[in-house]
């Protein structure tokens, strides 16, 4: 029950960063410095970036100029039985973007799923920036970076003054918790372990995929 307990006020704790918007000058100060300082300490397994927003437009208009930007960027689409869930692919990228309706205003989630190890999460926010526009903002970014590893990253980390404020919770397979950058930002990690070996998951604000 206190694991539970503690957990849900990691998350919360998570949550106040929520307003965070999609700023690549601030974000290339922050997180991207933290990614580059953890790719250095693992090897790359997989990123991703998110980013939600909501428009006027009806969910079909929407979902024709999305399917432009990406088309024109070299993304496949991939077929569906749901036009409310379409899925974007080329080479080792994935885009799944989830559409839906709420009074007057249609709501746009878009993930971006990367196993190139040549892109960074700030390389595919620059394709999120793509379908912005001037009637739109895209708020409540996130991003996320998986590594395989040897040791324990996150103690490195603190000694070396790259976290500050870290909060750890233990779990069955690792630890998880939350801390602060230099800059302010605040990032929800993980170090768990599995048959295939030992991983690090750094995210801002939150962890928003499964592990």
């Known amino acids: 029950m206190k694991l539970r307990v503690s957990i849900v006020i990691l998350i919360m704790m998570s949550f106040l ?5 999609c700023n690549i000058l601030s974000y290339a100060d922050s997180f991207c410095t933290l990614e580059s300082n953890v ?25 024709e100029k999305i399917g432009k ?3 024109s960027l070299g993304f496949k689409k991939k077929e569906s039985d749901s036009s409310n869930h379409l899925i974007f692919y080329k080479d080792k990228q994935r885009i799944e973007i989830s559409q839906w309706k709420e009074n007057n205003q249609s709501y746009i ?10 892109y960074k999460t700030v ?10 526009d001037k009637d739109l903002v895209l708020n409540n970014c ?14 490195e980390l603190n000694d070396e ?4 404020n870290s909060n750890l919770i233990k779990i069955n397979n690792g630890y998880t ?12 990690f993980a170090e768990i372990k599995y048959d295939t070996g030992s991983y690090i998951i750094i995210a801002t604000p939150i962890i928003f995929t499964t592990y």
């Open 17 to 21: 960063n929520m307003g965070y918007s």
């Open 39 to 63: 790719i250095e300490k693992s090897t790359f397994v997989e990123n991703a970036v998110e980013g939600q927003y909501k428009t006027k437009n009806n969910i079909y208009m929407e979902c």
């Open 69 to 71: 930007v990406f088309s």
């Open 109 to 118: 989630n878009i993930t971006i799923y990367n196993k190139d190890s040549q």
């Open 123 to 132: 390389d595919l926010r620059k394709i999120l920036y793509k379908i912005d």
């Open 142 to 155: 996130y991003s996320y970076y998986k590594g395989k590893t040897n040791g324990i990253i996150i103690r």
């Open 161 to 164: 003054g790259i976290l500050r």
């Open 177 to 188: 918790g939350v801390a602060n950058l230099n800059s302010g930002e605040q990032i929800n």
